[in-house]
C-alpha cells in the first residue's frame, strides 16, 4: 500500500512538471529593445536622448514635447526613420513685415500750342506727387536673418501722382493763306479746327486721349464723332460725339460738349447718317489678348442720340458674321457722296450693303494677300461723287508667282456699279494706294467732271515698306500729275486716312487743294500746279477732314 501511494505521487509530480514545460514552450521569450542614441539640437540647446531602434524624427520631437511653428522646418524631415547615432536639428523660422511709405515723383507733359508765340510757356496743371506704400519680408532662422534685404512682397498706390502739364508755343512762320470751309485735324490726342484763314486756328477739344480710329464730321460740320482711348481694363476704345459750335464762355453748352454714347471697341467703322446730326452706325469688334488685339464682328449697329446727352437703344443692320477671307480682321464701310449707297471694303471683296434684306452684295472680288503676319490687307476704296463708281485697289495674281496671294501687283480700277465690268486705270500702284474722289468740279468748258487722287509706291515692287508720292489724275485715269513731295524729298508715309479734298475752289481760277499729312505735319497742296504750303510745323497731326 505504501508502495502504491509512493508510485502515485511520484507520477503526479511528473505531469505536472512536464505540463509546467508544455506551457513555458508556448510563451515566447521576453526581449529588451534596443535603444539608440540620439542628439536634438532646438531652441540652443543640446539634448541627448535615448529611443528605441526605428523612431523617427517626429517621434523625437514628442519625447521633448516640442511643436513645430508654421514657418518651422526640421532637418532631416520629420517622417525620416533614425539610425544610431543620429543628429536631429530643429530650426525656428520666423518673418517680420515692415511697410514703407514712398513719394511717387509726378510726370511733366509738355503740349505744343502753334497758337503761342515760339517758346512761350503757358502752366496748364500744377503737378502733385503720389504716395505708394511698400510692404517689405525679412526672415530669420533661430534668430539670424537669413534674406539678403528686404523683399518687396506687396506695393499699394495711396495717392496716384498728378503730372504737371505745361502748353509750349510751337508758332512757325509760315504765311497764312485763305482757305474755304474749315479744316478740323487732330494732333497729339486733341482736336483743332482752322476756319477761313490757317492764321485762324483753334483748340476744340483738348482731352489729349483722341486715339484716331474714328474721326467723322457731320454733314453740315458742326458735330464731331470720334473715338477715345479707354481706361476700363479689357476695353480698346469708347465712341464719343462732340459739338463744334459751343461758346466757350456758356457753361451750359461747355458741359453738353462731350456726349459719351456708350460703345466701346470701335476699330473699323462708325459715320454719321448722311444728312442727320444725331444718328450713327458703327461696326463693332471683341478684344483679344492676342495680336491684332481684336476680333471683328463685322456687323453694323446703329443708334440716335440727342445733344442733352441721351441714346437709343441699338438697332442691328448688318448680323455678325465671319466676314470672309480673314474676317478676324475685320471689314470696312464707307457712304457715298450723295448718300444712298453703303460700300463695303473687305481682304477678300468689295460691294454694297442691302440695308432691306441686311446683307452684303458684293461687287468685285479681291485676291487676298497674304501678309504672313497678324495683320490683313484691305483694298482702299472711294466713290465717285456721282455715286455709280467705286474706285477700288485690286490685287492681281502675277505671272511667275508661286503663290497668287504673295503676288506684290496692284492696281487701281473703276468699279461700275449694277453688274458693270472692272476697269483697271493703273496698274502698280502699290498695295497703300488709298484713292480719294474729288468734289464734282466745272471745267472751264463748263463740263461738270471730277479727280482721283492716289498714293503712288516709289517701289511697287516692296509696297510694303515703300514710301509713296500724291498723285492726282482724271476720272478715267488720264492726266496723271504727280505733285506731292518733290523727288528729292522722302515720300509719303502711306496711311489710309491720308488726306482730304477741299470742298471748293482755294482761288479765282477754280483750282482745288487737298490738305495732306507729312512727316506728321498738314500740308495744302494746289492740284493744278503743285504749289505745296507748311501749315504746321510740330509733327503731331494724325488726322484731317475738310468740309
Known amino acids: 500500500m505504501g508502495s502504491y501511494l509512493s508510485n502515485q505521487i511520484t507520477q503526479a509530480k511528473f505531469a505536472i512538471t512536464l505540463l509546467i514545460l508544455v506551457l513555458a514552450a508556448c510563451n515566447p521569450p521576453e526581449t529588451t529593445q534596443d535603444l539608440i542614441d540620439l542628439t536634438l539640437i532646438a531652441d540652443g540647446k543640446i539634448i541627448n536622448l535615448e529611443l528605441p531602434a526605428g523612431s523617427t524624427v517626429q517621434q523625437v520631437l514628442n519625447q521633448v514635447n516640442l511643436d513645430l511653428n508654421p514657418l518651422d522646418r526640421v532637418e532631416p524631415p520629420e517622417f525620416t526613420v533614425l539610425g544610431k547615432g543620429a543628429n536631429v536639428r530643429l530650426v525656428r523660422v520666423a518673418e517680420e513685415f515692415e511697410i514703407e511709405q514712398v513719394v511717387i515723383p509726378y510726370e511733366q507733359q509738355i503740349l505744343r500750342n502753334e497758337s503761342l508765340p515760339v517758346d512761350e510757356e503757358v502752366l496748364i496743371q500744377k503737378g502733385k506727387s503720389g504716395l505708394q506704400e511698400i510692404t517689405y519680408r525679412r526672415l530669420y532662422e533661430d534668430g539670424i536673418e537669413i534674406s539678403s534685404g528686404p523683399i518687396a512682397v506687396k506695393s499699394v498706390i495711396i495717392e496716384e501722382p498728378i503730372p504737371e502739364i505745361r502748353m509750349i508755343g510751337v508758332q512757325t512762320p509760315f504765311i497764312p493763306i485763305a482757305i474755304p470751309g474749315r479744316i478740323v485735324y487732330l494732333r497729339d490726342g486733341n482736336v483743332w479746327m482752322i476756319e477761313g484763314s490757317t492764321a485762324n486756328r483753334k483748340s476744340m477739344i483738348t482731352t489729349g486721349d483722341l486715339d484716331g480710329r474714328i474721326f467723322s464730321l457731320s454733314s453740315d460740320g458742326s458735330w464731331l464723332l470720334f473715338t477715345r482711348r479707354s481706361s476700363v481694363e479689357g476695353r480698346i476704345n469708347e465712341l464719343w460725339v462732340a459739338s463744334l459750335n459751343f461758346e466757350e464762355d456758356n457753361a451750359l453748352n461747355s458741359e453738353r460738349q462731350l456726349i459719351d454714347l456708350e460703345v466701346a471697341n470701335i476699330i473699323h467703322f462708325a459715320d454719321w447718317i448722311p444728312g442727320s446730326n444725331t444718328k450713327i452706325i458703327f461696326s463693332t469688334v471683341e478684344p483679344r489678348i492676342a495680336p491684332p488685339g481684336w476680333q471683328a464682328n463685322n456687323d453694323l449697329l446703329g443708334l440716335t442720340f440727342s445733344d442733352s446727352g441721351w441714346t437709343t437703344k441699338w438697332i442691328t443692320l448688318l448680323e455678325a458674321n465671319s466676314g470672309g477671307v480673314y474676317g478676324w480682321w475685320g471689314t470696312n464701310f464707307l457712304w457715298s457722296n450723295i448718300g444712298e449707297k453703303l460700300a463695303y471694303n473687305r481682304a477678300d471683296s468689295i460691294g454694297e450693303v442691302d440695308f432691306e434684306n441686311g446683307t452684303l452684295t458684293t461687287t468685285l472680288e ?20 456721282d455715286g455709280n463708281v467705286l474706285y477700288a ?4 495674281s502675277k505671272p511667275g508667282t508661286v503663290s497668287p496671294e504673295e503676288s506684290q501687283e496692284f492696281g487701281l480700277a473703276a468699279v461700275l456699279l449694277g453688274g458693270g465690268p472692272s476697269i483697271n486705270l493703273v496698274s502698280q500702284t502699290g498695295m497703300f494706294a488709298y484713292p480719294l474722289a474729288s468734289p464734282l468740279q466745272t471745267k472751264i468748258t463748263g463740263e461738270i467732271d471730277y479727280q482721283i487722287a492716289y498714293l503712288q509706291a516709289i517701289s511697287p515692287d516692296q509696297s510694303e515698306t515703300s514710301r509713296y508720292r500724291l498723285v492726282v489724275m482724271d476720272r478715267d485715269g488720264s492726266n496723271r500729275n504727280t505733285l506731292f513731295p518733290p523727288e528729292e524729298s522722302a515720300g509719303l ?3 489710309m486716312n491720308w488726306g482730304a479734298w477741299s470742298p471748293t475752289p482755294i482761288d479765282t481760277n477754280g483750282s482745288y487743294a487737298m490738305a495732306i499729312l507729312h512727316q ?4 495744302l497742296v494746289n492740284t493744278i500746279d503743285g504749289q505745296a504750303i507748311q501749315v504746321t510745323g510740330d509733327g503731331l497731326t494724325t488726322r484731317v477732314i475738310w468740309k
Open 493 to 495: 508715309e502711306p496711311i
Open 393 to 396: 485697289i485690286e490685287h492681281l
Open 520 to 523: 506728321g505735319n498738314l500740308w
Open 366 to 385: 479681291i485676291l487676298p494677300y497674304q501678309t504672313h503676319s497678324d495683320w490683313a490687307w484691305v483694298p482702299g476704296i472711294t466713290w465717285g461723287p
